[in-house]
Nanobody
């Protein structure tokens, strides 16, 4: 059974930074693409970033390019999302997800497993 557990969310002022972590267990982490999505109240869940199994390929939503960075540590079975220059519009529940797709998909339906999410709130 795959488990994904996010941590690192919280309340931060606009312009601040947070680092989210997602610890994975249940299958060989290094074989799978990992992604981050977010969902704000009343909105659809949207793609944020993804990273290939080796870390050699990444993808970002236009709204976070240049501010967020995804990385992974296969030895620790963990994926990270470094979020800088945060804006109030980044406020959402952030979810990590795992995909069998070898590239870096940005569609929800390409991801097999999901974490429970961690709340990020950015105050103005």
């Amino acid at each position: 059974q795959v488990q994904l557990v996010e941590s690192g969310g919280g309340l931060v002022q606009a312009g601040g930074s947070l680092r989210l972590s997602c610890a994975a267990s249940g299958r060989t982490f290094s074989r799978y693409t990992m992604g981050w999505f977010r969902q704000a109240p009343g909105k659809e869940r949207e793609f944020v970033a993804a990273i290939s199994w080796s870390g050699g390929l990444t993808a970002y939503a236009d709204s976070v390019k240049g501010r967020f960075a995804i990385s992974r540590d296969n030895a620790k079975n963990t994926v990270y999302l470094q979020m800088n220059s945060l804006k109030p519009e980044d406020t959402a529940v952030y979810y990590c997800a795992q995909s069998r797709t070898p590239v870096v998909p940005n569609r929800r339906y390409d991801y097999d497993y999901w974490g429970q999410g961690t709340q990020v709130t950015v105050s103005s």
